[in-house]
């Protein structure tokens, strides 16, 4: 029996780690797409634990503990939790609704977040990290090894003391792109889902000059501005911007003019 749904037939590639993926592409399938899970990023702990204990054991000192992914509060909470409560005082916030739910799911709740927008800008405009509300207050960021410092940066500059603890770390693919590259030679790739500028990039270094070219012209579904001009400067031409997380994702690609 063929497939149904607005995505019929379609295969979609999924790119987030593997231990987020799952949702997204149970949505793309019930939607009567195909997914293929090819993510490009693996995520380990930090090669240095000693930040995040050290975080554990000044936990009580902070006045907000911000997670900036569930990879984050996958890999800082269990130590925060394994030697002590939760601090009653302690504000929880993060960048995107993922993550409150993550939270939640483990009993840390009345989280600071964006409703809407979820990046560091969408946080930062919110009246809880305003100047005058973390003006000499201690913040901890628990995210992965680099990214972007504007958060705290921007903190620093509003008057907060700011630890950023690196808890886990990432890395590109350890295998090859064959799977992407056989569904292209087999004309059965439709489009590329992809939500971080990071991955994109190693996905472009993994793909030989006839692979980037394909990936070209193939539509790419981005749930973020930044991502979409991280495409364009690397020579992507299909981009399409659709809402955030992953239902904004999957309302992109349900709502998308699919040539027959």
Known sequence: MSAVGPLAGKTIVVTRPRAQAGPLAAAIAQAGGIPLIFPLLEISPADDPRPLTMAADRLASYAMAIFISPNAVAHALPALLAR????EALVPAAVGQGTVKV???AGIVGCVAPAERFDSEALLALPELAAERVRGRRIAIFRGDGGRELLADTLRERGATVDCIACYQRSGPSAGAEPLLAAWRDNRLDALTVSSSEGLRYLVDLLDESGRERLADTPLFVPHARIGETARALG???IVL???ADAGILEGLRAYNWLP
Request: hydrophobic content about 25%.
């Open 103 to 105: 939270l939640e799911h």
């Open 84 to 87: 002590q409560h939760w601090p």
């Open 242 to 244: 659709t809402g955030p």
């Open 236 to 238: 992507l031409r299909n």
